[in-house]
């Protein structure tokens, strides 16, 4: 019997009841891509072990993404910049490591390059010419973007006359293509082939991701967006600020890599356009640790968020309350503080407050604000003081709106004893 074959459009055209459309439907022929779709195993016999290859030894990895995070104003264009300049001429590193010349390729995501870059390239001494931008404006980072990204890295070597070696993503969250950055499977879907393009191409990705305020511990879970990206990145490392020195910190936070890594301490001389100053490159702390020092070091500051924190008139009154309350009292206030800045809402640091009242740490007076609302104020008793300013210019409604404005030790309504 001679077979008859009928392709899908001659399928469609027929009727359901025709017999012949009821064997094409019910009969599922196994395709030849089914077949060898089969997971690959690998004899680890087999192959040879490699170690990790270093743009900069023990700090970004080549061939591997990398990650660089840290609150607004740290510095990080300024750094990029500087990692921009030693590159391109072949400087040595701050530690002393030989670094390979080479180009570098930017992401421009935030910062202008006429305005921003550029002074602050010529700041550092980079050479120009081995250097080339792509305006982050409407270009994503995702899976059907690799072709492009490698096109263009390829295209940068070729205009500057010598291989890229880095190529900075300022910052990453401008190139997510539309993806949730909180989504950790998309995130991760769009890092792990751009992971495997920065090896086909030998180049090291240096990733910028902004900090957030959070009062979690560790610093890698203050990254903005999804957990995947610190993951998959091969090194993570924060820029640090102490404020009343001004001197920078490049960190270690977390490394899948077996090394011990430094960090190097620095400044922005801004009257010299910008330019990094090397203090110390060899500076044996992780991030974490120098983060704890900074904390401690501002010990005229209470960690009650980074835009909200003490004078030193202020930690003074806290001081004093600390008299009267002990230890644990202030322990307590900064408890509440924590959570009305990381939770939002007034109730939990009212009943700390009134609760002080009662055991007569602070006292506490009801008057009528310009407004004509009533208000509370705290201040500490026998003790000539204004009221403490835990909420500088913020007045907190406590609860229902239609209870009594509570301001909490508003600097701007100063109350004496």
């Given amino acids: ?100 010349r080479g180009s570098v390729l930017f992401f421009a995501g935030e910062d202008t390059i006429d305005e921003d870059y550029i002074p602050r390239l010529e700041a550092n001494n980079a050479d120009l010419t081995k250097v080339r931008f792509i305006d982050g404006d409407g270009f994503a980072l995702t899976i059907k973007d690799l072709a492009d990204i490698e096109n263009t890295i390829k295209d940068t070597s070729e205009e500057t006359g010598i291989p890229v070696r880095l190529v900075i993503i300022d910052p990453v969250s401008n190139f997510w293509g539309g993806i ?59 820029l640090y600020l102490n404020e009343s ?33 090397i203090i110390d490159g060899f500076l044996e702390k992780t991030g974490s640790e120098i983060e704890a020092e900074l904390l401690a070091v501002s010990s005229h500051k209470i960690d009650a968020g980074d835009d909200e924190q003490l004078t030193a008139e202020q930690w003074e009154i806290l001081k004093k309350i600390e008299q009267h309350g002990g230890e644990a009292t202030v322990q307590k206030l900064k408890d509440c503080l924590r959570k009305y800045h990381t939770k939002g809402g007034t109730e939990s640091l009212e009943r700390e407050l009134r609760r002080m009242v009662k055991k007569d740490i602070l006292t506490t007076r009801n008057e009528k604000a310009g407004n004509g609302r009533a208000v509370d104020f705290f201040a500490i008793p026998t003790v000539p003081v204004p009221t403490m300013p835990i909420f500088p210019g913020k007045n907190c409604y406590s609860g229902n709106r239609n209870r009594s404005k509570t301001t909490f030790l508003d600097p701007d309504s100063v109350v004496w004893n």
């Fill in 180 to 238: 949730s950055e909180n989504n950790n499977s998309a995130v991760r879907s769009v890092l792990k082939p751009l992971a495997q393009l920065a090896e086909r191409c030998e180049v090291a990705f240096l990733l910028i991701q902004h900090m957030g305020k959070s009062p979690k511990k560790h610093a890698q879970h203050k990254i903005l967006g999804s957990t995947g990206l610190p993951d998959i990145c091969r090194t993570v490392w924060g």
């Fill in 1 to 100: 019997m001679s077979e008859l074959h009928f392709n899908r459009e001659e399928i469609n055209l027929m009727s359901k009841d025709d017999k012949i459309f009821e064997v094409f439907e019910t009969e599922k022929i196994p395709t030849k891509k089914n077949q060898e779709q089969r997971p690959r195993l690998i004899d680890p016999s087999k192959l040879k072990p490699r170690k990790t290859s270093w743009l900069w030894k023990n700090k970004l990895a080549l061939k591997r993404l990398n990650l660089v995070t840290g609150l607004k104003g740290r510095g990080k264009t300024f750094w990029t910049c500087y990692l921009a300049s030693v590159i391109t001429n072949g400087f040595d590193w701050p530690d002393g490591e030989p670094c390979e």
């Fill in 245 to 277: 020195t001004k001197q920078r910190f490049f960190a270690h936070i977390n490394s899948n890599c077996c090394v011990d890594p430094t960090a190097v301490e620095f400044v922005i001389n801004r009257e010299a356009g910008g330019r990094v100053e």
